[in-house]
């Protein structure tokens, strides 16, 4: 398989075409953004954890049940994946309180959640991904209520499966982002599960393992990185 044209360039990744039908590329960067583009640097190595980390956790996903668009790692930064159609959603779960649900609700991060919760965000940057709930993104078109319902059904299963996964490295999974696509009818697992996407923290001491030490400017961000990349055994 090669890669011809570039498709797209975003902030961690870019994708390119094949000369495969329904098969792109994606190559991971090393690149990290927060606050909508507005922080910008390097974490070396990051492209190397994310992509791996992204086909190991795929690969236990599909075992578990959840489809998702993984085809083939090709190197260290590079994977085959199906061609979806991205539903225009970020969907995130979260397990215990921390970032911008602490800071809307005024509840200290750490705090263990009763139960999971749910969130969906329109992904559009000019309009900085707002929150909106299921009958919006019904409303604007972003998804069917079958969609939702299945995005639903699939999230909180890719929560239970994770918490278990990331416990067993030690590591708690406080909250995560996942995008979901369509594919021939189907809704499907996209993009990646990364340190990136994640919040990632050590289940005894609490230390945060993932891109909040780039946001916050908390330093050892590539120790972290290589932490998860060791912990998992990827
Ligand atoms: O900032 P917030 O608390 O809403 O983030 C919740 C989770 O979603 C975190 O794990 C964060 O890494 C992830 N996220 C993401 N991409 C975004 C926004 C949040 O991966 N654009």
């Known amino acids: 398989m090669k890669k011809t044209d570039l498709l797209y360039e975003g902030k961690a990744k870019k994708v390119y075409c094949t000369d495969v039908s329904d098969v792109l590329i994606v190559d991971y960067k090393d690149d990290a953004t927060a606050f909508n583009g507005e922080k910008k640097g390097t974490i070396v190595g990051k492209g190397v954890v994310n992509n791996r980390m992204t086909n190991h956790v795929f690969q236990i996903l599909e075992k578990e049940g959840v489809p998702t ?10 994977t085959a994946v199906k061609k979806v159609e991205i539903v225009p959603l970020e969907v995130i779960v979260r397990n215990v309180a921390a970032g911008s649900f602490s800071k ?11 139960a999971p919760t749910l969130e969906f965000s329109y992904k559009n940057d000019e309009l900085g991904d707002p929150m909106i709930n299921d009958f919006y993104a019904i409303a604007i078109g972003a998804a069917t209520r079958e969609e939702i319902d299945r995005i639903t059904e699939l999230v909180f299963k890719v929560n239970e499966v994770l918490k278990d996964f990331f416990a067993k490295a030690d590591i708690e999974l406080i909250d995560f982002k996942v995008e979901f696509g369509r594919y021939k009818g189907e809704i499907i697992l996209a993009d990646e599960i990364s340190p990136d996407t994640c919040r990632l923290w050590d289940a005894t001491t609490h230390e945060k393992l993932d891109k909040d030490r780039f946001r916050r400017d908390l330093g050892n961000v590539e120790e972290a990185y290589e932490e998860v990349f060791r912990r998992l055994g990827l």
């Not at 809307?104 to 009763?114: A, P, S, Y």
């Open 104 to 114: 809307k609700l005024g509840i200290e991060e750490g705090t263990r959640l009763l």
């Open 69 to 78: 668009h993984f085809i083939e790692e090709l190197s260290d930064r590079e």
